[in-house]
């Protein structure tokens, strides 16, 4: 079965830019579709196929994808991104998600 | 805009079978083709896909729960259904169910969740 790897956590100092990283086989070749997750909260999805947002999410939030990792980019940090971020694909007729990553803002 | 809520008991007993429904406001019930998804979450975990329907009533299945899921939509109630079979205290978790336009791949909108206890 497919895997995705993400770190644990990251932490990222106020204003600053945070990086989390999906690793997969060949990602690069799937879509993903990335979700933040605060605590008692359901998900709210963030990037879909790679880099696109949603209506209401706003632009410093961006995704990549290619070769082995697909990435979610955070700009100009704030307390409020606090929360714990999914990535996800579609393979072989089932959804993966990835283990999460936990986002403190410093 | 699509609406999502789980409703179902918050205890089961060991080797019951744990049944919630999904109902769902907005137009997308008679609008479209969507895929109807049923993903959980236990305490302090990551989440989990049980699996997912089609409008038409196709279903695909996570292979580690495949053998006691059972999920079905009512078309004529705007809600779907998801059946898990001789549940056990690892079956414990939030349970959400979500949807995503037909095509699409990721899980749009979800509900807020609902806590299913396995216990006796």
């Known amino acids: 079965s497919y895997e995705l790897t993400q770190p644990l956590s990251v932490s990222v100092a106020l204003g600053q830019t945070a990086r989390i990283t999906c690793g997969g086989n060949n990602i690069g070749s799937k879509s993903v579709h990335w979700y933040q997750q605060k605590p008692g909260q359901a998900p709210v999805l963030v990037i879909y196929?790679?880099?696109n947002r949603p209506s209401g999410i706003p632009e410093r939030i961006s995704g990549s994808n290619s070769g082995n990792t697909a990435t979610l980019t955070i700009s100009g940090a704030q307390a409020g991104d606090e929360a714990d971020f999914y990535c996800q694909v579609w393979d072989s007729n089932t959804v993966v998600f990835g283990g999460g990553t936990k986002l403190t803002v410093l | 805009q699509v609406q999502l809520q789980e409703s179902g008991p918050g205890l089961v007993k060991p080797s019951q079978t744990l049944s919630l429904t999904c109902t769902v406001s907005?137009?997308?019930?008679?609008?479209?083709?969507?895929?109807w998804s049923w993903i959980r979450q236990p305490a302090g975990k990551g989440l989990e896909w049980i699996g997912r329907i089609y409008t038409s009533g196709r279903t695909n299945y996570n292979p580690s729960l495949k053998s006691r899921v059972t999920i079905s939509v009512d078309t004529s109630k705007n809600q779907f259904s998801l059946k898990l079979s001789s549940v056990t205290a690892a079956d414990t978790a939030v349970y959400y169910c979500a949807t995503a336009p037909g095509g699409r791949t990721s899980l749009d909108y979800w509900g807020q969740g609902t806590l299913v206890t396995v216990s006796s």
């Open positions: 907005g137009d997308s019930f008679s609008s479209g083709s969507y895929y």
């Open positions: 196929s790679d880099g």
